[in-house]
Nanobody
Framework: QVQPVESGGGLVQTGGSLRLSCAAS????????MGWFRQAPGKERERVAA????????NYQDSVKGRFTISRDNAKNTVYLQMNSLKPEDTAVYYC??????????????WGQGTQVTVSS
């Protein structure tokens, strides 16, 4: 399996926006739910958002509801995370995850390398 590749991270001020992208091979991406996780220094990795293979079902961590939007383009084998109204506590390394089924209730079977998001106050 080919590791998915994230992009779009960077430094942004409080209240700003970023859009993360995760590109995967067709074989990796096809018929798989996808997720975005993050890990801040000294903290455990946590799921931020997830999306089913169809794109019709999504799930968000409470702290990002109303600010982040996960979406996917199956024709481009890409999943996105639009992040608005960013806060300093959103600072973390963000990881793309490929699940082992069409639903994100399964296990993560493949991780991206991560992209740093830093929100300055």
């Amino acid at each position: 399996q080919v590791q998915p590749v994230e992009s779009g991270g960077g430094l942004v001020q409080t209240g700003g926006s970023l859009r993360l992208s995760c590109a995967a091979s067709g074989r990796t991406f096809s018929n798989r739910a996808m997720g975005w996780f993050r890990q801040a220094p000294g903290k455990e990795r946590e799921r931020v958002a997830a999306i089913s293979w169809s794109g019709l079902i999504t799930n968000y961590q409470d702290s990002v509801k109303g600010r982040f939007t996960i979406s996917r383009d199956n024709a481009k084998n890409t999943v996105y995370l639009q992040m608005n109204s960013l806060k300093p506590e959103d600072t973390a390394v963000y990881y793309c995850a490929v699940y082992d089924s069409m639903s994100y209730s399964g296990e993560v079977r493949l991780w991206g390398q991560g992209t740093q998001v830093t929100v300055s106050s």
